[in-house]
Structures are given as C-alpha cells and as structure tokens.
C-alpha cells in the first residue's frame, strides 16, 4: 500500500458511487441542502430527477424528511458540508439516530482543508459528535476507492451512518481490490519508533511522515 501519483476527491467517488447503486437499487433517495454542485450528488440528480430532492438551505428539515422518508423503506442518503449538518444535531439525534432510521448521512468539506471556503466552514468536532450517538457508525475513507466501499457499505449497514468526506483532491492509495473492514484499522507500514494513527484524508500525510 502507498501513495499514487493520481489524485481525486472523495466527494467526486461519492457522487459516481451514488448514481452506481442508484442504477442497482430504486430505493435510493438523494436529499441535499442547495449545495449539490459542491456535494457531487448533481451528479444523481442529472441521472435520477425524480428520486432527487434540494431541501434549500435548511438542513434540519432535510434530516427530518429523510427520516420520514426511511420509514416507508426509502433509503435516503442525505448530504451537505460537514459544518452545516452540526446545525442539525437535536434532528439527527433525535429523529435519526433514537428510533435507529436507515438514513445515510454524507458530508463533504470535513476538516480544516477547506481551501477558499474558509474557516467558517471548517469542522473538527463531526467525528466525535456523531460517534457518540446511539446507534450511528462513522466512517472516514481516505481515498476515492475507499470512499467507493464506503458508500457501498453504507447501503447495506441497517441504521444510521455517517460518512465524513474532503473537499480537496487526495492521492489514491488503495488497489481497486483492497478489502476493508468496518472497526478494523488498515496497517500501511511498519516501524520500532512510533506509531501514527489517522483517518480520512490525513493520512496521505501519515505516509509522508512515514516515508520521512
């Protein structure tokens, strides 16, 4: 396992999966909060306008359908910055995670690599607010094939999940046939000295500091 040239986004691998397991299962729902040129799931819409759904910029009520939706066997997969879904913690706790609603939770623009969207948009705490919910499962890809299995897993998974995603484009490090498993870490190199642990994009930084 290392670090290729090639490089790409994980919401880009989100929004492709997206319209993959649209085509598989007509139960998808998309709902996102007016950002689905940011999101990726424009990509959905374009291919799937009748099961597409922009909530505008209110987010609470957007995590609120897509609890209402998952209780008529919909599976909705609701997506906007990692920021903005925070302002929705009582629905998500409440009306999602409580009554363990199969709503999948997708947010893009996680952490502080934001770029020009800028500091207000950055989101450090996602990861431990959503952990500590009743029946939620975090998952943290940390490349565009990772991203893929994720996504894909978070169909079958019955219950809430919540999938933190970047902005920026990151280097792929798995093999297109790499097997992962959920609560399982992946070991990437190995050493005496120290042992560094990471998620998500950061660790395309991890192996930079390996390799160093």
């Keep these: 396992i290392g670090m290729k040239e090639e490089k790409k986004a994980t919401r880009e691998a989100f929004g492709e999966t997206l319209v993959e397991l649209g085509e598989k299962y007509n139960n998808i729902v998309v709902l996102d909060a007016d950002l689905a040129e940011a999101t990726k799931t424009k990509l959905f819409a374009k291919k799937f306008p009748e099961r597409f759904f922009d909530m505008g910029i209110a987010e609470a009520n957007m995590f609120s359908t897509a609890a209402g939706m998952a209780t008529t066997s919909k599976v909705p997969f ?36 934001v ?46 999940v919540y999938i933190r995603l970047s902005r920026f484009k990151t280097p792929i490090i798995y093999e ?6 959920l609560g399982k870490m992946v070991q990437i190199g190995s050493g005496k000295d120290v042992t560094i642990f990471a998620t998500g994009d950061v660790v395309c930084e991890a ?3 390996k390799e160093e």
């Excluded at 450090?124 to 565009?144: C, F, Q």
């Excluded at 297109?176 to 498993?181: L, R, W």
Aim: glycine residues 6%.
């Design 78 to 113: 609701a997506s906007t910055f990692a920021m903005f879904a925070g302002r929705s913690y009582d629905q998500i706790r409440n009306s999602i995670c409580y009554p363990n609603l199969n709503v999948k939770i997708c947010v893009t623009h996680a952490g502080i690599t």
């Design 115 to 160: 770029g020009e969207d800028g500091a207000t948009h950055q989101m450090l705490e996602d990861i431990g607010i959503m952990r500590i919910l009743p029946n939620m499962k975090v998952i943290s890809p940390s490349d565009s094939v990772q991203t893929k299995w994720a996504i894909e897993e978070a169909y079958k998974i019955k219950g809430p």
């Design 176 to 181: 297109e046939t790499q097997k992962f498993e």
């Design 207 to 209: 192996i930079k500091a």
